[in-house]
Structures are given as structure tokens and as C-alpha cells.
């Protein structure tokens, strides 16, 4: 039976439009790094680590075989702007950049990129 291997990995690194910091409260901020992670497991982009700060999110994964990075990054943003606007007026304007950065990653220097 013919199998399939991919393990690469991606640093992916996108931020509120003109990098506003909606994100300040900690509390919501952890929640949307919960969720991100979530979205993205359920996209065979397995998390290995997802945080920022106020105004930009970092997201570790293993990259799924079946997906391309930008229906990934445009699914994440997609969904998680709609969350993020649910939680309350505070987040009425909120926006993600248009842009985003994606950075591979060797299996090696998965801990240096996780500090």
C-alpha cells in the first residue's frame, strides 16, 4: 500500500490591520491563540505552539499535505475575525492584515523557534 510522509513545518506570523492592539486583554488573547489552534488542528496543520501580543499572532504547526499555506492562513483569519467580533462592540473594527509572513522551520530548530 502506498503511503505518504510530510513533515514540514511552518512559523506563521500575521497581525491586526495597522497593527492595533485589540489584542491587550490576556484572557481574550489566550482564547484566540486556544482557538487558532484549534481551527488549525482541524485542518491537519497540527499546533506545536501558538502565541503573540497585542497586536500580531505566532502560530507553530506541522504542516498538513492537503492544504495550501494560504487557504490555511485565509481560513484561519476568516474564522477567527468572525470570533473575535462575537465577543463584544470592543471588537466591532477589528481587522487581520491583509499580508502574512510564513517562515519554514527544521524539525531541528523546532525548540529555537518555540523560545
Same mark, same amino acid.
Given at each position: 500500500?502506498?503511503?505518504? %510522509?510530510?513533515?514540514?513545518?511552518i512559523?506563521l !506570523?500575521?497581525?491586526?490591520k495597522?497593527?492595533r492592539?485589540? /489584542?491587550?486583554d490576556?484572557?481574550?488573547?489566550e @482564547? /484566540?491563540h486556544?482557538?487558532l489552534? @484549534?481551527? @488549525? #488542528?482541524?485542518?491537519?496543520? &497540527?499546533? &506545536? %505552539? !501558538?502565541?503573540?501580543?497585542?497586536?500580531h499572532v505566532?502560530?507553530l504547526?506541522r504542516?498538513?499535505?492537503? &492544504?495550501?499555506?494560504a487557504?490555511?492562513v $485565509?481560513e484561519?483569519k476568516? !474564522?477567527?475575525?468572525?470570533?473575535? #467580533?462575537e465577543?463584544?462592540?470592543?471588537?466591532?473594527?477589528f481587522?487581520w492584515?491583509?499580508?502574512?509572513?510564513?517562515f @519554514?522551520?527544521s524539525?531541528s530548530s523546532l525548540?529555537?523557534? $518555540?523560545?
Amino acid at each position: 500500500m502506498p503511503q505518504s %510522509l510530510s513533515a514540514v513545518y511552518i512559523h506563521l !506570523v500575521f497581525s491586526t490591520k495597522d497593527r492595533r492592539p485589540f /489584542l491587550r486583554d490576556k484572557a481574550t488573547r489566550e @482564547s /484566540l491563540h486556544a482557538y487558532l489552534g @484549534s481551527v @488549525s #488542528k482541524q485542518l491537519d496543520c &497540527i499546533p &506545536i %505552539l !501558538v502565541g503573540g501580543v497585542e497586536d500580531h499572532v505566532h502560530l507553530l504547526a506541522r504542516f498538513a499535505r492537503t &492544504i495550501s499555506q494560504a487557504e490555511w492562513v $485565509k481560513e484561519l483569519k476568516r !474564522v477567527s475575525n468572525t470570533w473575535l #467580533k462575537e465577543k463584544g462592540r470592543d471588537y466591532a473594527d477589528f481587522e487581520w492584515q491583509g499580508g502574512y509572513a510564513t517562515f @519554514s522551520v527544521s524539525q531541528s530548530s523546532l525548540e529555537t523557534v $518555540k523560545q
